[in-house]
């Protein structure tokens, strides 16, 4: 596949990381993609997983040389024994989280264009995929960040011995990616106008998520519900089931749906009004939630598309919900899962309700990276006598017993 780009809304040919110039110009911010992949005459059955099972779907020119990790081919089991609901644990990628398929497939990008240094301007995954994989490929990283950083991505960011710089709030950090790209010669990894999304070649290796879907789920799958901000994710998912569809590997194409903290539900509020060109101008206040990393003030146009062509729809979820369902994955299916997953788990519940089918939540990254989750660890544990009714009425009180599903009271 060659690198050429395209909009999707003007159908203009176009190259680079910020978007169609014409739909700018006319107040839309269009992220570009590349041409459909012909998928004709492939077997899903005999489909690798991760951006490089198929390599040739990527908008490389041929020659780039992977940079993997070993990324992909993540979990996907049902999250109860009616099988409605699955989870897809993007959480086990090599740096725990989606990021890493679109990181792997920006950072070929980055080294074929002849980079030395990558830029991912973040406040957690991006910016941890992007120093893992820049460190796998031999290039530097600059993450820019503004506020404090959770103690566990600090860590591994100078594990990876990526350059963190501080910004003065969120304009802060635009103005210096910004320098870094013009004045430098970074290559931006993640977005250069957060208007736009995220690197488009990037983008291209949320795909393979879908392949992996369809492979382990066939024409069941009537739904996938993915935690949203500017919808790289979801609109990378939407491609790779539009090629399917294109190529009749699936009898149909699942919904896409935008799970939202409803503390920045753009989507849901552009989705309420009837008119599509009124939905690409939808701004909403975005207030900072536990689910830090979703969440968007402007439904980006990427995201309306995925959403208008596979029939989806978004659902806004509260945080004393979405919370609540962090600590039930934990405590009743082993699950530890950062609040924005939480949010897509507990909009799937409410989607399987209205689909004909599997419905899969995508589980972003897991809870050792979420600050809310670190900051409620408990202090030490107590001492207690070597004593059989000492030990089980402690555990009792700290934990009461809980019957598995189906198995006898006593």
């Known amino acids: ?34 041409p459909l992949a012909d998928l004709a005459g492939r077997d899903l059955r005999t489909f690798r997983g991760g951006p490089w099972g198929w390599p040739d779907t990527l908008p490389l020119s041929g020659v780039a040389t992977p940079v993997t990790l070993g990324e992909g081919n993540t979990p996907c089991f049902p999250l109860a024994p009616s099988g409605r609901i699955w989870l897809k644990n993007e959480g086990a990628n ?12 920006a950072t070929a990008k980055a080294a074929e264009a002849g980079a030395a240094t990558v830029v991912a301007p973040s406040s957690g995954n991006a910016g941890l995929a992007a120093a893992a994989y820049a460190a796998r490929a031999g290039l530097r990283a600059v993450v820019p960040t503004y506020g404090p950083l959770p103690p566990a991505f600090q860590a591994l960011l100078e594990h990876f ?92 194409r699942p919904a896409m749906v935008a799970a939202e903290a409803s503390t920045g539900a753009a989507f849901s509020a552009a989705l309420a009004l009837d008119d599509p060109a009124e939905q690409d101008l939808v701004t909403v206040e975005r207030q900072e939630s536990a689910a830090f990393s979703i969440g968007s003030d402007s439904a980006h146009w990427q995201g309306l598309w995925a959403l208008r062509t596979s029939g989806g729809w978004a659902v806004a979820v509260d945080e004393p919900v979405y919370l609540a ?82 198995s006898p009271t006593r």
């Open 1 to 34: 596949m060659t690198d050429d780009l395209v909009c999707p809304r003007c159908a203009a040919p176009g190259s680079g990381t910020s978007g169609c110039q014409h739909c700018a110009a006319d107040g839309r911010h269009v992220n570009l993609l590349s």
């Open 94 to 105: 090599p740096t725990w989280s989606h990021k890493d398929r679109a990181m792997s497939a």
């Open 161 to 252: 011995g990526a350059v963190l710089i501080a910004a003065d709030g969120f304009e802060g950090r635009s103005a210096m990616t910004r320098i870094g790209i013009d004045e430098l010669g970074w290559y931006p990894v993640t977005f250069t106008d957060p208007r736009v999304g995220g690197n488009p070649y990037g983008n291209a290796g949320y795909k393979s998520l879908a392949y992996e879907l369809a492979r382990d789920l066939g024409d069941d799958l009537a739904a996938v519900v993915v935690p949203t901000s500017r919808a790289d994710l979801m609109s990378g998912i939407a491609r790779g089931f539009e090629e399917l569809a294109a190529a009749g590997l699936i009898a149909r």
């Open 325 to 406: 369902e962090q600590v039930r994955l934990g405590r009743e299916t082993g699950l530890a899962v950062e609040a924005a997953a939480a949010v897509a788990v507990a909009a799937a519940r409410e989607v399987a309700r209205r689909a004909d089918g599997v419905v899969v939540a995508v589980s972003t990254s897991i809870a050792v990276k979420d600050p809310a989750v670190m900051a409620a660890a408990r202090p030490a544990p107590v001492r207690l006598p070597a004593d059989a009714r000492a030990l089980a009425a402690h555990v009792e009180r700290a934990r009461p017993a809980v019957t598995a599903p189906g």
